[in-house]
Nanobody, 124 residues
Framework: QVQLVESGGGLVQAGGSLKLSCAAS????????MGWFRQAPGKEREFVAG????????YYTDFVKGRFTISRDNAKNTVYLQMNSLKPEDTAVYYC?????????????????WGQGTQVTVSS
């Protein structure tokens, strides 16, 4: 099993920046990829970014490409999401997830473990 804990959320003005962190513990050797998803009130959870754990290949949804950057620190078993040029529509609960097999990094059904989420609120 893998446990994930997100942190770094908060309230920022439009155009500002935040950096989210997700620390993994437990059977971290089984992690093949990690990703970030988000869910706004009344909407379904959607893919934001993903990263292969060994190679570091990154993937982004078009809505955040060029503004967000996903990275990882293998030694710390931690994945990060640097969010720049934030927009009000980025407001959501952001979830970290771990994938042990990788079949589709953009599909939430591909992931095996989830954190509890961290709130990101972007004001106008």
């Amino acid at each position: 099993q893998v446990q994930l804990v997100e942190s770094g959320g908060g309230l920022v003005q439009a155009g500002g920046s935040l950096k989210l962190s997700c620390a993994a513990s437990g059977r971290t050797f089984s992690i093949a990829a990690m990703g970030w998803f988000r869910q706004a009130p009344g909407k379904e959870r959607e893919f934001v970014a993903g990263i292969n754990w060994s190679g570091g290949n990154t993937y982004y949804t078009d809505f955040v490409k060029g503004r967000f950057t996903i990275s990882r620190d293998n030694a710390k078993n931690t994945v990060y999401l640097q969010m720049n040029s934030l927009k009000p529509e980025d407001t959501a609960v952001y979830y970290c997830a771990a994938d042990t097999t990788i079949w589709d990094l953009a599909n939430q059904r591909s992931y095996d473990y989830w954190g509890q989420g961290t709130q990101v609120t972007v004001s106008s």
